[in-house]
């Protein structure tokens, strides 16, 4: 069964290429991200029939802990997958704030690890732990997070954290899941150790399908299994020749300027994933389209995740189904109230008359 999910803008959000976290280059939001709104984008995913909303982390959005918090309680089946920065707090608190957030929200949280990939964000934070050291200080941190959700009492004494006599007073009854995502070589190995669910950027489905067969050998190598889970744009309308007049609007909102902004604060980062997406463009707006509706312009601006699929409804349900072994979609677009309302429509079947190619 492929589980679908929808796209919580945080830093706010509009009808132009909003930035994820830290605006560089992106367009400026034009909606506020209040509680009100945010309840009406997450109310608007749970009604297309979204199993859960991604909720960003980063010094251009709001705490996503704090907001999902209040968001859950404006929901009632809606999960929060709420993304979290290891190592910016204690894997031992957050065992205990995942506690409360399953008490108060009737066991609907998920957990999205974000190691870290922009070196000058990371330190305007106060952590100065380069690269590969970010992802084993990951490593220990979610170790240390299952173990204190068991209920039991332990100690951990490893190179970033050392616990004595940790542990919830009684065994979480609802884990969260964890999802991780990172193309690096340290990223592979933590995910393929710790994670639930390992998040990929939309890519052609044969770059994919090679992480796919890839990160299962390296869980397999640990006896464990992976779901994976794909993070991509989605431009749908009733044809094509709409969805493709659709990014074209949106290309022509990014200027020169924006896009030289953005393009700049990406080369500097020390992400391998950021640096695959980037690749994806070139920094140029020549020859976007990288596979049969697969279209990289929203990275010219975007951090992150930074293509989309772009057609009709049955188009976008096609390119779907080519990701052989992705378990899970994440999809966005903008404004992220209107679209999360019109890609369930679209994509998930909830329009009369479509036959879902995924079941």
């Given at each position: 069964?492929?589980?679908?999910?929808?796209?919580?803008?945080?830093?706010?959000?509009?009808?132009?290429?909003?930035?994820?976290?830290?605006?560089?280059?992106?367009?400026?939001?034009v909606?506020?991200?209040?509680?009100?709104?945010?309840?009406?984008?997450?109310?608007?995913?749970?009604?297309?029939?979204?199993?859960?909303?991604?909720?960003?982390?980063?010094?251009?959005?709001?705490?996503?802990l704090?907001?999902?918090?209040?968001i859950?309680?404006?929901?009632?089946?809606?999960?929060?997958?709420?993304?979290?920065?290891?190592?910016?707090?204690?894997?031992?608190?957050?065992?205990?704030?995942?506690?409360?957030?399953?008490?108060?929200?009737?066991?609907?949280?998920?957990?999205?690890?974000?190691?870290?990939?922009?070196?000058?964000?990371?330190?305007?934070?106060?952590?100065?732990v380069?690269?590969?050291?970010?992802?084993?200080?990951?490593?220990?941190?979610?170790?240390?997070?299952?173990?204190?959700?068991?209920?039991?009492?332990?100690?951990?004494?490893?190179d970033?954290?050392?616990?004595?006599?940790?542990?919830?007073?009684?065994?979480?009854?609802?884990v969260?899941?964890?999802?991780?995502?990172?193309?690096?070589?340290?990223?592979?190995d933590?995910?393929?150790?710790?994670?639930?669910?390992?998040?990929?950027?939309?890519?052609?489905?044969?770059?994919?399908?090679?992480?796919?067969?890839?990160?299962?050998?390296?869980?397999?190598?640990h006896?464990?299994?992976?779901?994976?889970?794909?993070?991509?744009?989605?431009?749908?309308?009733?044809?094509?020749?709409?969805?493709?007049?659709?990014?074209?609007?949106?290309?022509?909102?990014?200027?020169?300027?924006?896009?030289?902004?953005?393009?700049?604060?990406?080369?500097r980062?020390?992400?391998?994933?950021?640096?695959?997406?980037?690749?994806?463009?070139?920094?140029?707006?020549?020859?976007?389209?990288?596979?049969?509706?697969?279209?990289?312009?929203?990275?010219?601006v975007?951090?992150?995740?930074?293509?989309?699929?772009v057609g009709?409804?049955?188009?976008?349900?096609?390119?779907?189904?080519?990701?052989?072994?992705?378990?899970?979609?994440?999809?966005?677009?903008?404004?992220?109230?209107?679209?999360?309302?019109?890609?369930?429509?679209?994509?998930?079947?909830?329009?009369?008359?479509?036959?879902?190619?995924?079941?």
């Open positions: 069964m492929t589980t679908f999910h929808w796209f919580l803008p945080t830093t706010g959000d509009g009808d132009q290429v909003g930035a994820a976290t830290v605006a560089a280059g992106a367009a400026a939001h909606r506020t991200p209040t509680v009100a709104y945010l309840s009406e984008v997450a109310r608007a995913a749970e009604e297309a029939g979204f199993a859960s909303v991604l909720t960003p982390v980063g010094a251009g959005c709001l705490d996503p704090v907001m999902c918090t209040a859950a309680q404006h929901t009632t089946t809606l999960r929060m997958l709420v993304a979290f920065r290891a190592g910016f707090t204690l894997p031992t608190l957050l065992a205990q704030q995942a506690e409360a957030f399953q008490w108060i929200s009737g066991g609907r949280l998920a957990l999205n690890v974000v190691t870290g990939g922009d070196q000058q964000e990371q330190r305007a934070y106060g952590d100065f380069e690269h590969d050291g970010r992802y084993a200080r990951t490593a220990e941190y979610l170790q240390v997070l299952r173990n204190t959700w068991k209920g039991e009492r332990f100690d951990f004494h490893g970033y954290y050392h616990v004595e006599c940790g542990g919830l007073g009684t065994p979480l009854a609802d969260p899941p964890i999802y991780f995502g990172g193309a690096s070589p340290a990223a592979e933590v995910a393929a150790q710790y994670a639930d669910v390992y998040l990929m950027w939309g890519e052609p489905p044969a770059a994919i399908a090679e992480r796919v067969a890839r990160m299962r050998a390296k869980a397999a190598a006896g464990r299994t992976l779901r994976f889970g794909l993070r991509v744009h989605v431009i749908v309308r009733d044809d094509a020749d709409q969805a493709w007049a659709e990014a074209d609007r949106l290309l022509r909102g990014m200027d020169p300027g924006r896009i030289a902004a953005a393009q700049a604060r990406f080369a980062m020390d992400s391998v994933g950021q640096a695959r997406m980037t690749a994806l463009n070139a920094g140029t707006a020549d020859g976007l389209v990288i596979a049969p509706n697969l279209w990289a312009g929203i990275g010219l975007r951090e992150g995740a930074g293509t989309a699929l009709s409804p049955v188009e976008i349900r096609q390119r779907l189904a080519e990701y052989e072994g992705v378990d899970e979609f994440i999809l966005s677009g903008w404004p992220h109230l209107e679209e999360a309302h019109r890609v369930g429509e679209a994509v998930l079947s909830r329009k009369p008359g479509l036959t879902p190619v995924l079941a």
